[in-house]
């Protein structure tokens, strides 16, 4: 399958890509404001709007709405905007549709760092973050070496399985001396959840994020120029190797703190970009912001449904994602392959 | 004479109003961590509740209640919607984020004591009287616990290895030191055969049968998704123990084994009792 191909064959004929984006972004604006005024603690919409005009809101309800639901929105709209757009940095990069940021170990190594954290210091969110981000970057750093032996793309990949395979094998050895606290922690760590959030942690995650999302969005000629094929990428005056190093860090350092920060949080990645392409073809100067925008509204949502759906508890977002982008996904492979006939 | 009445209508609405003005600011409470529910209505403060966790299990009106889910990962929001004015939290509650959170919501969040050790349990039943103003029901509660524990210890019984056994994941795992398990053999006269041991690990046949476990108890849920009390006599890793030999095999509800609360003396009158009628080989 040829994604130069996609463009033309699959891009939908009527919709500009320009009001496309215009269109992905309202969504998310809507999205952001539903998220807020929506949740296990009932704050009543008129009581919101008043206040946001100007009147009175009790000091409980303005704690919940500013300091517990805002962050926690937001750091869905950068998770999931993150998430998005690495899994379409990784499908080009790799030219394979299956690409995302687990691919290349990065996942298991973030996964085996926390699980370190949790075991070893018994937890505490910076600890664990940090492990996790440091596992992260060691991983897909380990992936790229031995990839880079193979003098093409599937050499990258197959060091990734290996390095998953390694990772989630040094997982099972330090579970198995964890005791039933820290399974219980491990297990839901790997479900994923935004509950973490709060304005601490994101005065130095939303610069991060943001920076990092703004230079892979001026990458988009460098991604198209990939996706025609390493060789071809040379002939156009891209230096591949050199630039297979930059985006593996590049996402490395995007995704393993959010990784760090949420936890395991699966399918964003791989179908969101798949999504994006469907409907707008497979130029990167929009399939990237647009894969940012919509992963931001899927995290945005699914965690609005994590949170009210089993009130007063909480589902974990990952399992939203999972149990929601799953389904869709194979409603949408099924859709294609008819199209296709 | 209907002036009096008018009166007496007015007064009666005023008293009606005052009482549901107590009732809208009586405390409303949240618990999290099964033995303290299980304190919390031992204390008969049960009406005061409006919400707890998932653990809370026992007694069997504890899980009609709002459930805000796992208690270490508890959703900030969750356990606000339900309007506590405070929070009765095992220690073991968290993220430490969400318990700091709680409080900026203006709940008073009081946190108690819940290691497996009676030292703990007594300080955790005061703690919690003390915070739901029951402090004199507190001590009787404490007074028959005492009771009830000597009256259990008092039947004798021959201090066996044994060894705690529950089904998780598909794989036996057995009771080490630190867990409620282990002190509630120690209290039941026994000697855990995995002291060695903390927490809860997979066991393994050939540390089983250098270890020769007398005794064996296991949870009513194991044996249940074993399908049978045959089938753990049959599994590889216990088939040759004494404890099978002999067929000194206890079986005790989940919560007794392996929870450590107010129930403690029953789990030790339940083992002792069972042990003691056995045939001694």
């Given at each position: 399958?040829?994604?130069?191909?996609?463009?033309?064959?699959i891009?939908?004929?009527?919709?500009?890509?320009?009001?496309?984006?215009?269109?992905?972004?309202?969504?998310?604006?809507?999205?952001?404001?539903?998220?807020?005024?929506?949740?296990?603690?009932?704050?009543?919409?008129?009581?919101?709007?008043?206040?946001?005009?100007?009147?009175?809101?009790?000091?409980?309800?303005?704690?919940?709405?500013?300091?517990?639901?805002?962050?926690?929105?937001?750091?869905?709209?950068?998770?999931?905007?993150?998430?998005?757009?690495?899994?379409?940095?990784?499908?080009?990069?790799?030219?394979?549709?299956?690409?995302?940021?687990?691919?290349?170990?990065?996942?298991?190594?973030?996964?085996?760092?926390?699980?370190l954290?949790?075991?070893?210091?018994?937890?505490?969110?910076?600890?664990?973050?940090?492990?996790?981000?440091?596992?992260?970057?060691?991983?897909?750093?380990?992936?790229?070496?031995?990839?880079?032996?193979?003098?093409?793309?599937?050499?990258?990949?197959?060091?990734?399985?290996?390095?998953?395979?390694?990772?989630?094998?040094?997982?099972?050895?330090?579970?198995i001396?964890?005791?039933?606290?820290?399974l219980?922690?491990?297990?839901?760590?790997?479900?994923?959840?935004?509950?973490?959030?709060?304005?601490?942690?994101?005065?130095?995650?939303?610069?991060?994020?943001?920076a990092?999302?703004?230079?892979?969005?001026?990458?988009?000629?460098?991604?198209?120029?990939?996706?025609?094929?390493?060789?071809?990428?040379?002939?156009?005056?891209?230096?591949?190797?050199?630039?297979?190093?930059?985006?593996?860090?590049?996402?490395?350092?995007?995704?393993?703190?959010?990784?760090?920060?949420?936890?395991?949080?699966?399918?964003v990645?791989?179908v969101?970009?798949h999504?994006?392409?469907?409907?707008?073809?497979?130029?990167?100067?929009?399939?990237?912001?647009?894969?940012?925008?919509?992963?931001?509204?899927?995290?945005?949502?699914?965690?609005?449904l994590?949170?009210?759906?089993?009130?007063?508890?909480e589902?974990?977002?990952?399992?939203?994602?999972?149990?929601?982008?799953?389904?869709?996904?194979?409603?949408?492979l099924?859709?294609?392959?008819?199209a296709?006939? | 004479?209907?002036?009096?009445?008018?009166?007496?209508?007015?007064?009666?609405?005023?008293?009606?109003?005052?009482?549901?003005?107590?009732?809208?600011?009586?405390?409303?409470?949240?618990?999290?961590?099964?033995?303290?529910?299980?304190?919390?209505?031992a204390?008969?403060?049960?009406?005061?509740?409006?919400?707890?966790?998932?653990?809370?299990?026992?007694?069997?009106?504890?899980?009609?209640?709002?459930?805000?889910?796992?208690?270490?990962?508890?959703?900030?929001?969750?356990?606000?919607?339900?309007?506590?004015?405070?929070?009765?939290?095992?220690?073991?509650?968290?993220?430490?984020?969400?318990i700091?959170?709680?409080?900026?919501?203006?709940?008073?969040?009081?946190?108690?004591?819940?290691?497996?050790?009676?030292?703990s349990?007594?300080?955790?039943?005061?703690?919690?009287?003390?915070?739901?103003?029951?402090?004199?029901?507190?001590?009787?509660?404490?007074?028959?616990?005492?009771?009830?524990?000597?009256?259990?210890?008092?039947?004798?019984?021959?201090?066996?290895?044994?060894?705690?056994?529950?089904?998780?994941?598909?794989?036996?795992?057995?009771?080490?030191?630190?867990?409620?398990?282990?002190?509630?053999?120690?209290?039941?006269?026994?000697?855990?055969a995995?002291?060695?041991?903390?927490?809860?690990?997979?066991?393994?046949?050939?540390?089983?049968?250098?270890?020769?476990?007398e005794?064996?108890?296991?949870?009513?849920?194991?044996?249940?998704?074993?399908?049978?009390?045959q089938?753990?006599?049959?599994?590889?890793?216990?088939?040759?123990?004494?404890?099978?030999?002999?067929?000194?095999?206890?079986?005790?509800?989940?919560?007794?084994?392996?929870?450590f609360g107010?129930?403690?003396?029953?789990?030790?009158?339940?083992?002792?009792?069972?042990?003691?009628?056995?045939?001694?080989?």
């Amino acid at each position: 399958m040829h994604p130069s191909n996609n463009h033309i064959f699959i891009k939908s004929p009527g919709l500009a890509t320009p009001s496309g984006l215009l269109l992905l972004s309202s969504v998310l604006l809507v999205a952001i404001v539903w998220a807020l005024m929506s949740g296990a603690f009932q704050i009543r919409p008129m009581d919101m709007v008043g206040w946001v005009l100007g009147s009175q809101l009790d000091e409980v309800s303005r704690n919940v709405l500013l300091n517990i639901r805002a962050p926690r929105v937001l750091l869905g709209v950068i998770t999931g905007a993150v998430l998005g757009m690495a899994g379409a940095v990784m499908q080009a990069l790799f030219r394979n549709p299956l690409a995302e940021p687990g691919l290349v170990g990065l996942s298991a190594g973030a996964s085996l760092g926390a699980v370190l954290a949790i075991v070893l210091t018994g937890g505490g969110l910076l600890l664990i973050g940090g492990f996790a981000f440091l596992g992260g970057l060691a991983a897909t750093f380990l992936a790229y070496f031995l990839g880079k032996r193979s003098s093409h793309q599937s050499g990258l990949l197959l060091a990734g399985i290996a390095i998953n395979s390694i990772g989630f094998g040094a997982m099972g050895v330090i579970i198995i001396h964890a005791n039933d606290a820290q399974l219980r922690d491990l297990t839901f760590w790997n479900m994923g959840s935004l509950a973490s959030a709060d304005w601490a942690m994101l005065a130095w995650l939303t610069p991060w994020s943001f920076a990092l999302i703004a230079f892979l969005l001026t990458q988009w000629r460098v991604l198209n120029a990939l996706l025609l094929g390493e060789r071809e990428a040379y002939h156009l005056g891209f230096h591949p190797v050199r630039l297979r190093w930059r985006f593996i860090t590049l996402v490395a350092l995007a995704v393993g703190p959010i990784v760090a920060v949420t936890g395991g949080i699966g399918f964003v990645g791989l179908v969101i970009p798949h999504l994006v392409r469907l409907w707008l073809g497979a130029d990167h100067r929009w399939v990237l912001p647009a894969s940012g925008i919509a992963g931001a509204i899927a995290l945005t949502l699914a965690d609005w449904l994590g949170r009210i759906v089993i009130a007063p508890s909480e589902l974990p977002i990952g399992l939203v994602t999972c149990l929601l982008g799953g389904p869709f996904f194979i409603w949408l492979l099924l859709k294609g392959s008819r199209a296709h006939e | 004479m209907k002036k009096s009445g008018i009166f007496a209508i007015v007064l009666l609405i005023k008293l009606m109003l005052g009482f549901s003005g107590a009732i809208a600011q009586s405390p409303r409470v949240v618990s999290l961590g099964g033995s303290v529910t299980e304190i919390v209505y031992a204390l008969g403060a049960e009406q005061q509740l409006v919400g707890a966790d998932q653990s809370s299990l026992y007694p069997l009106a504890a899980q009609q209640l709002p459930s805000v889910g796992y208690y270490r990962r508890l959703p900030v929001e969750g356990v606000a919607s339900l309007k506590p004015t405070m929070v009765i939290a095992s220690e073991h509650a968290g993220p430490p984020q969400v318990i700091e959170q709680l409080r900026t919501l203006q709940i008073n969040v009081v946190r108690v004591s819940d290691l497996p050790t009676l030292d703990s349990l007594q300080q955790r039943v005061r703690d919690i009287a003390r915070a739901l103003d029951q402090v004199s029901q507190g001590e009787v509660v404490l007074r028959d616990f005492d009771q009830a524990l000597k009256r259990a210890k008092s039947v004798e019984v021959i201090p066996f290895k044994a060894i705690t056994v529950v089904m998780r994941g598909g794989k036996l795992l057995g009771a080490g030191r630190d867990t409620a398990a282990g002190v509630v053999l120690h209290e039941a006269g026994l000697i855990n055969a995995l002291s060695a041991q903390e927490s809860y690990r997979p066991l393994s046949a050939e540390a089983i049968s250098a270890l020769a476990p007398e005794v064996i108890i296991v949870t009513r849920g194991t044996v249940e998704s074993l399908g049978s009390l045959q089938a753990l006599k049959d599994s590889p890793i216990l088939k040759y123990t004494p404890a099978v030999a002999n067929n000194r095999i206890l079986v005790l509800d989940d919560l007794l084994a392996q929870g450590f609360g107010l129930r403690l003396p029953q789990a030790v009158h339940d083992i002792r009792w069972e042990l003691s009628r056995a045939p001694i080989q």
